[in-house]
């Protein structure tokens, strides 16, 4: 059985302030370069044969904190970047809420959004791609963790499995730092053995944006 851990990154100044991100490159603060070697402290002990991770700085920096602990090289896949949230980003959710309310309705409720935001199915395609890349740097019976980002993690799994996105929706947002163990074999494919699994589960949880 093989085993695939599919790790938000660490907390943001504007994950604190509630500030749409998406693509825009938003360095790690100090907490969430805490979280990160904190978390990489529990993923260490999984023995990962390969670590990926997107290519923008608060994954790629979660990333090389497991890394310094496993000595592994971080593999880059520009597919685990965050969804394109268009000109929400560098918006807080106030913001968007008063500036593009139809928008905001749609996203609140699970629906397409429409506009410049990149949709559902676009995401829930090109993250599951590249999970099954990573996924193949294993040997047989390994691990592999990727760094990504919140609805880039949910949509990509969730395409990965083939739900629906009413069932996506039951999922609590992954806090920052935590993750999700899948695994997989010839007979069953893939399965979710655990969710939002971290070492800060006291803390509220940012938007995944």
């Not at 996924?135 to 990509?156: F, I, N």
Request: neutral net charge; aromatic residues 6%; contains cysteine.
């Amino acid at each position: 059985m093989s085993r695939l851990i599919v790790w938000r990154h660490g907390n943001t100044d504007w994950n604190a302030s509630h500030r749409v991100q998406g693509q825009t490159d938003v360095p790690l603060n100090a907490v969430g370069r805490q979280q990160a070697v904190d978390a990489a402290e529990l993923l260490v002990k999984m023995r990962p044969a390969a670590i990926v991770s997107s290519d923008l700085h608060r994954a790629a920096d979660t990333a090389a904190a497991l890394a310094a602990l496993t000595g592994l090289s971080i593999n880059y896949d520009k597919r685990l970047r965050e969804r394109y949230f268009g000109n929400w980003q560098g918006l807080t959710m106030t913001e968007v809420a008063g500036l593009h309310r139809d928008e905001y309705d749609r996203w609140k409720h699970g629906h397409e959004v429409g506009g410049e935001v990149e949709t559902l199915a676009d995401l829930g395609k090109r993250v599951s791609e590249a999970l099954r890349a990573a996924a193949e740097l294993s040997p047989p019976g390994g691990t592999v963790v990727v760094a990504t980002h919140g609805a880039a993690a949910r949509q990509g799994i969730g395409h990965l499995l083939g739900w629906p996105l009413e069932q996506l929706r039951t999922l609590r947002a992954l806090q920052n730092c935590h993750w999700v163990e899948l695994t997989h074999d010839r007979e069953r494919g893939w399965q979710v053995a655990a969710y939002n699994v971290g070492p800060f589960t006291d803390r509220p949880v940012p938007p995944p944006v």
